[in-house]
């Protein structure tokens, strides 16, 4: 059996058509003290959209997004309804430029600091979506953690220092080492296929109390291989802080 590691490669928009929504986190929301909107934060999976993708903030505008693959946006105000609804450019039977609806969600309302993970792919040409909506809120998921989510299509053991465990198809589950300092960390990822264990990684992270890592397994497009493909999202402490103190100063300069 192989396995692959990658971050946010390019042509992961071919992989992701059954990929499943996994749960959402509790909190409570977070807002623009202007207009007292919702805002929320994008991740796309793919640097290379498909197509310009316009958040709608109310009936008549239009927000372009802008995206960078493996980056947190910065933050943007909600439709008042709270339903993420994501738009690109279209033409009308009668040659009018219009905004063609291309995915929505709803972003539930006890979220503290929603994070949205976009992956876009291309079938025949014509570009879609799939997203999932999390909690991101330090208090959630704290540095330090690491945020394992199962989209294979089987029962998934994690074991991380010591410690085992087990993820349905479609669950994930945030683990926090008791470790202060950076260590190398014994991790293990096993799939339950008809009942019996396959170990699909075996290895050594570098674990860092300034860092929080997010880790997709994902079932491999060669089904006759049964490759088993893993990739990560990794925020730095530093980076958090920032993003954090820019919206504050923004809204101290209100």
């Not at 053991?157 to 926090?176: M, N, P, S, Y």
């Not at 991790?187 to 264990?197: D, I, K, T």
């Given at each position: 059996m192989k396995f692959k590691s990658h971050i946010f490669p390019p042509h992961f928009i071919c992989l992701f058509g059954c990929v499943l929504l996994f749960p959402l986190f509790a909190g409570a929301v977070e807002k623009s003290e202007d207009t007292g909107a919702q805002q929320i934060r994008f991740l796309a999976w793919s640097e290379h959209q498909p197509q310009s993708l316009?958040?709608?903030?109310?009936?008549?505008?239009?927000?372009?997004?802008?995206?960078?693959?493996?980056?947190?946006?910065?933050?943007?105000?909600?439709?008042?309804?709270r339903r993420v609804r994501l738009f690109t450019d279209g033409i009308d039977a009668e040659g009018n430029k219009i905004k063609v609806l291309v995915y929505e969600t709803t972003v539930p309302d006890e979220l503290e600091e929603p994070l949205l993970i976009l992956?876009?792919?291309?079938?025949?040409?014509?570009?879609?979506?799939?997203?999932?909506?999390?909690?991101?809120?330090?208090?959630?998921?704290?540095?330090?953690?690491?945020?394992?989510?199962?989209?294979?299509?089987?029962l998934l053991?994690?074991?991380?220092?010591?410690?085992?465990?087990?993820?349905?198809?479609?669950?994930?589950?945030?683990?926090?080492p008791k470790l202060q300092r950076?260590?190398?960390?014994?991790?293990?990822?096993?799939?339950?296929?008809?009942?019996?264990?396959?170990?699909?990684?075996?290895?050594?992270?570098?674990?860092?109390?300034?860092?929080?890592?997010?880790?997709?397994?994902?079932?491999?497009?060669?089904?006759?291989?049964?490759?088993?493909?893993?990739?990560t999202i990794t925020e730095r402490e530093a980076v958090y802080r920032r993003l954090h103190e820019t919206k504050n100063e923004s809204e101290n300069e209100k």
């Open positions: 316009y958040l709608q903030t109310d009936a008549e505008n239009f927000v372009l997004l802008s995206l960078r693959s493996n980056q947190r946006s910065t933050l943007y105000d909600l439709h008042p309804s992956f876009s792919m291309l079938r025949d040409g014509k570009a879609s979506y799939r997203a999932t909506v999390m909690e991101d809120a330090e208090s959630t998921f704290s540095f330090g953690s690491y945020r394992v989510m199962n989209f294979t299509p089987f053991v994690f074991e991380i220092d010591g410690k085992a465990h087990r993820l349905k198809t479609g669950e994930q589950v945030i683990v926090k950076r260590e190398n960390i014994a991790v293990r990822f096993y799939v339950l296929e008809n009942g019996e264990p396959q170990l699909i990684r075996q290895t050594f992270w570098r674990h860092k109390p300034s860092q929080r890592l997010m880790v997709f397994v994902i079932k491999g497009k060669d089904t006759q291989t049964g490759d088993y493909v893993l990739y």
